[in-house]
C-alpha cells in the first residue's frame, strides 16, 4: 500500500506539471489564432496558427494519443477556443492499475470589434 500511496504523490505531481504546460500550449494557441484572425480575417489561417502553437509547445495532435481542438466563432468579433487532451503515463502508479491519466485543458480569447454593447 505504501508504494501505491507513494506512485499516487510523485505521478499526481508529474501529471500537475504536465496539465500546466498543456494549459500555457492553449492559452498561448488561443491569443495566437486570435490575433491571427484580427489581422487576417481567415478562420482556416487562425485555426492552422493555433495548431502550429501547440506544435511548438510539444502538443502535436495526432500524435501520441494527443488530441487538440480548434473553434473559431465570428458571430461577434472573434471567439478562439482551444482545448487540448493528452495522457499522463504513470511510473509508479500503473502498479496499481493506473497506466496513465487522462490530463485536459481548454483556453479561450476573444478579439474583434463586437457590434453590441451591454450596460452603456
Do not use: C, K
Not at 73 to 84: K, M, Q
Amino acid at each position: 500500500m505504501g508504494v501505491a500511496a507513494v506512485g499516487l504523490v510523485l505521478d499526481g505531481g508529474a501529471t500537475f506539471a504536465q496539465r500546466r504546460d498543456q494549459q500555457s500550449a492553449a492559452d498561448l494557441a488561443a491569443l495566437a489564432a486570435a490575433n491571427d484572425y484580427l489581422l487576417n480575417h481567415d478562420v482556416a489561417l487562425a485555426s492552422a496558427r493555433a495548431r502550429s502553437v501547440t506544435d511548438e509547445n510539444g502538443f502535436e495532435d495526432g500524435v501520441g494519443d494527443v488530441s487538440v481542438s480548434v473553434s473559431i466563432d465570428t458571430s461577434n468579433g472573434a471567439e478562439v477556443t482551444v482545448g487540448v487532451t493528452a495522457p499522463h503515463h504513470n511510473n509508479f502508479a500503473g502498479v496499481v492499475g493506473m497506466a496513465s491519466w487522462e490530463v485536459s485543458t481548454t483556453a479561450t480569447a476573444l478579439t474583434g470589434f463586437p457590434d453590441s454593447v451591454v450596460g452603456a
